[in-house]
């Protein structure tokens, strides 16, 4: 197969480095002068550090570097098969690009743009042959991230679709079918991933580096949404927030944050200008290395109580008798004070107290509500976590004014115990980790839902081409879908904004009892 890639920037130049390890024939345009000369010099240099740390074989690399060859004019891209254009994201420059070329290409070649936010009909519409034009979107760096999404405008064919996908397999990546909406798939189920954070933010729930922080040592994130977007640049974040505000006709779960506005305003984009949410000095760390877990107990420190049937309270009971406590349920306790109790199922207060369990220092799971709203006026601390619950991983905590300072003590010294580090932040449904993730989770089941991708597919690019720690759907499954669906409903109860309101599919799956893995269905059948 015969390739052809317009643009020589980072995007473009990894691009064909892929299709030359692919054993395509590959030419590079770009019409920016000295653009090609210096991907052309990068990109065998790329390929003998790839080959030095295994990813190819040095004959590979060498092989690939003589299948790459400039194209100083664009007519000279006539023979290809593929065209892949990575040029910067304006629709009429696309449409341009895309006219000049089908005045030159054959019939049967297709046209694929790498567009992560355009609309790949808009950019099709009123071209020759818009059949043939269909939508490649590589995630970046392209030669580490192994994924693309092969997306359908409403005129491209079947055949200039199977062509893409057969290319982007050849590649190597993982290539998933994609609807022609808003940010396709894969970006625009990372939405939460980013506006949440900024929303705990603005509302005081937590400090940038703490979300930051619990992303990393609570969910598993290679870096915080902060960190990501000071490495992305947040005017950038900025921009793409605004198209898909706009492209959604104001989406609510959409809205772009005045933090971010802000940012740009003071010229703070982050590691590009030195300065973002953090500060890039002299090559120093912007951030301290995250502290050692606490070394896990293996002679507890008494009895605890843990009540409910989410998964949560299960880990939890599992880490505490590994730790040396004696784990009971609430019937199992016969007159004794527990040293703790951990209400993983509590509902809201009546007034008459009968909404909390008895008898000792009480910490609640906020999944179905926040401390003020579960425990107004009494002396509990909130907790919140997500399965999986390894040592090493993270417990928040939240306090309300008159939350009993024993139990505040109690509760990080029990969890501490586990192995586990602890957070103290503000009080909300979910806390932070909680609202993120559930809201992952829920713009995931809203794209199922709609027909924009599988779970599989949703899962598989999340990974694949945003290096997330596990799929949404798979996590929800694992959280237990009715406990997403709680935070979700609690935070739509508390602040009745739209932009928490649960996708019909999950309130569905949770009505008929596929709940996840507990119940052995939920998005995915678990039949172990």
Same mark, same amino acid.
């Given at each position: ?30 019409? %920016? ?16 550090? /790839? ?43 696309? =449409?341009? %690009? #895309? ?35 269909? *939508? ?46 808003? +940010?396709? !798939?894969?970006?625009?189920?990372? =939405? ?6 900024? =929303? ?17 040592? *609570? ?27 706009? $492209?959604? #006709? ?51 420190? *008494? ?20 730790? +040396? ?21 509590? $509902? ?13 220092? $009480? ?5 179905? *509500?926040?401390?003020?709203?579960? @425990? ?5 601390? /909130? #907790?919140?976590? !997500? ?52 809201? %992952? ?35 929800? @499954?694992?959280?237990? %879908? ?16 739209? =932009? ?12 008929? /009892? ?15």
């Amino acid at each position: 197969m015969n390739v052809g890639v317009v643009g020589a920037g980072t995007m473009g130049a990894g691009i064909a480095q892929l299709a030359a390890l692919a054993g395509c024939s590959t030419l590079l345009h770009d019409p %920016l002068e000295g653009a090609v000369d210096r991907a052309l010099e990068r990109i065998p240099k790329d390929l003998a550090r /790839g080959a030095e740390r295994g990813r190819w074989t040095s004959e590979e690399a060498a092989h690939a570097a003589a299948l790459l060859e400039a194209a100083p004019a664009l007519e000279q891209l006539a023979g290809c098969d593929v065209i892949i254009e990575a040029a910067p994201e304006r629709l009429q420059l696309k =449409r341009d %690009l #895309f006219g000049a070329l089908a005045e030159i290409v054959s019939p049967d070649c297709v046209l694929a743009t790498n567009t992560s936010s355009l609309s790949v009909t808009a950019i099709a519409t009123g071209l020759p042959a818009p059949e043939r034009i269909v *939508g490649m979107h590589f995630f970046n760096p392209p030669a580490l991230m192994k994924l693309v999404e092969v997306v359908a405008g409403d005129a491209s064919s079947d055949a200039a679709l199977d062509r893409a996908t057969e290319l982007g397999q050849a590649m190597g990546r993982r290539v998933i079918r994609a609807a022609d909406v808003t +940010g396709f !798939l894969v970006n625009r189920v990372n =939405r939460p991933f980013n506006l949440e954070a900024l =929303r705990l933010v603005t509302e005081r729930v937590a400090e940038v580096e703490d979300v930051d922080r619990i992303a990393r040592l *609570g969910g598993g994130f290679r870096m915080g949404p902060f960190e990501l977007q000071d490495l992305v640049g947040i005017d950038v974040g900025l921009e793409i927030s605004r198209s898909f505000f706009d $492209q959604s #006709f104001g989406e609510p779960r959409w809205r772009p944050s005045p933090l971010s506005a802000r940012m740009v305003a003071a010229g703070r984009l982050g590691r590009k200008t030195g300065r973002g949410w953090y500060a890039y000095c002299d090559g120093a760390p912007h951030r301290p290395d995250d502290p050692p877990a606490p070394r896990p107990s293996t002679t507890g420190g *008494g009895l605890v109580v843990i009540a409910g049937d989410v998964p949560i309270a299960h880990e939890l009971r599992m880490l505490a008798d590994d730790a +040396g406590w004696d784990v009971r349920d609430p019937e199992e306790v016969e007159g004794e004070v527990p040293a703790l109790i951990l209400d993983c199922g509590a $509902q809201p207060d009546d007034g008459t107290g009968e909404g909390v369990l008895q008898g000792g220092p $009480q910490a609640l799971l906020l999944a179905d *509500g926040s401390l003020a709203q579960l @425990d107004p006026g009494g002396t509990a601390v /909130g #907790f919140h976590a !997500l399965p999986p619950l390894d040592p090493g991983g993270l417990i928040e905590l939240t306090r309300a004014r008159d939350s009993s300072p024993h139990a505040a003590e109690v509760a990080e010294r029990f969890f501490a115990s586990l192995g586990l580090h602890v957070a103290w932040v503000g009080d909300a449904p979910g806390l932070v980790l909680g609202r993120i993730v559930c809201q %992952l989770v829920n713009e995931a089941a809203f794209a199922v839902g709609e027909g924009v991708g599988s779970p599989q597919d949703v899962d598989d690019g999340m990974v694949l081409g945003l290096n997330h720690p596990r799929g949404p759907l798979e996590w929800g @499954d694992l959280i237990g %879908l009715e406990h997403v669906l709680a935070v979700l409903d609690a935070l739509y109860d508390e602040r009745r904004e739209e =932009r928490y309101r649960a996708a019909p599919l999950l309130r569905r799956l949770v009505a008929e /009892g596929r709940t996840g893995m507990l119940a052995g269905e939920g998005f995915y059948r678990h039949d172990d």
